[in-house]
């Protein structure tokens, strides 16, 4: 054996002389731990998220037939129905208006006028609508129709509620005929309604048929106002009163009556 700093050495069996090699260090390496795999596994919805789930799943609303006032109940997520009385098509779609609009609508959706739009269309029926641009056309709303504009209105609007936001300066060259009105904002138009209300630092000038109207302290109100319908029934028609008969005349004997001229 010979020492292990030794350059050379020489061979006890032929005398040759060689370098003696260095051993090697064998490195074992650590063989690397097997990584385990998980499967991404979703965790259990909550019983809230479950019941969110379930109820956009099932939410629905009742529609009523434009032609024969048929009512039938319809899922949020369609488009469109028919009816199933008279198989009109109903349209349950909304429509968002940004330019010149003049077709006819007809649907259980939203009509929302958007400050660059103008509708002028002659017929548009809707569930609900909002007013950010020009109208021009007639309008009726089943449900709410919201006013967020600034400006002259010429068209005509029909509604089961309207609603005059903070904002709005609007003035309405046609009769404002509603089943209730709300106003926050500032309005120039007349109105027949059965409610009025005029919020605090709102205003109304225009004259007011309607069976009640409040005005919030701070609210104005300026025009004529009539508590009551807005036009009378036939039935209270102040009846036709008959001319007064003339009292007959005692004759005195021996006095001949005027005749009656030729």
């Known amino acids: 054996m010979e020492y292990a700093a030794?350059?050379?050495?020489?061979?006890?069996?032929?005398?040759?002389?060689?370098?003696?090699?260095?051993?090697?260090?064998?490195?074992?390496?650590?063989?690397?731990?097997?990584?385990?795999?998980?499967?991404?596994?979703?965790?259990?919805?909550?019983l809230l998220s479950k019941?969110?789930?379930?109820?956009?799943?099932?939410?629905?609303?009742?529609?009523?037939?434009?032609d024969c006032k048929a009512k039938t109940e319809v899922i949020s997520a369609a488009s469109s129905t028919n009816c199933p009385k008279c198989s009109a098509h109903l349209d349950l779609s909304d429509y968002k208006i940004n330019t010149i609009f003049s077709r006819a609508i007809r649907t259980h959706g939203e009509v929302h006028v958007t400050s660059?739009?103008?509708?002028?269309?002659?017929?548009?029926?809707?569930?609900?609508?909002l007013i950010e641009g020009k109208l021009?056309?007639?309008?009726?709303c089943i449900g709410t129709a919201t006013i967020n504009y600034s400006g002259k209105i010429p068209g005509r609007l029909t509604a089961e509620h309207v609603l005059v936001e903070r904002k709005s300066a609007v003035q309405f060259f046609r009769k404002v005929v509603?089943?209730?009105?709300?106003?926050?904002?500032?309005?120039?138009?007349?109105?027949?309604?059965?409610?009025v209300v005029i919020h605090r630092s709102a205003s109304l000038d225009g004259d007011v048929t309607a069976k009640s109207i409040s005005v919030e302290k701070g609210g104005v109100f300026s025009g004529q106002l009539v508590i009551?319908?807005?036009?009378?029934k036939q039935a209270e028609l102040l009846p036709e009163t008959k001319p007064a008969a003339a009292p007959n005349?005692?004759?005195?004997?021996?006095?001949?009556?005027?005749?009656?001229?030729?």
């Open 178 to 195: 509603v089943k209730s009105i709300e106003i926050r904002g500032h309005m120039v138009g007349e109105v027949v309604a059965e409610t």
């Open 228 to 232: 009551g319908s807005s036009r009378l």
């Open 6 to 46: 030794a350059k050379s050495t020489m061979c006890r069996q032929c005398g040759g002389a060689f370098s003696p090699a260095v051993p090697k260090v064998e490195l074992r390496l650590r063989a690397p731990a097997p990584v385990e795999e998980h499967a991404s596994v979703a965790k259990e919805p909550s």
């Open 116 to 129: 660059k739009g103008d509708l002028s269309s002659s017929s548009v029926v809707c569930r609900s609508a």
């Open 51 to 66: 019941f969110d789930g379930l109820w956009s799943k099932q939410r629905s609303s009742v529609v009523e037939c434009f």
């Open 136 to 140: 021009r056309g007639n309008l009726h």
């Open 249 to 262: 005349e005692e004759l005195l004997p021996g006095i001949v009556p005027p005749l009656p001229a030729t």
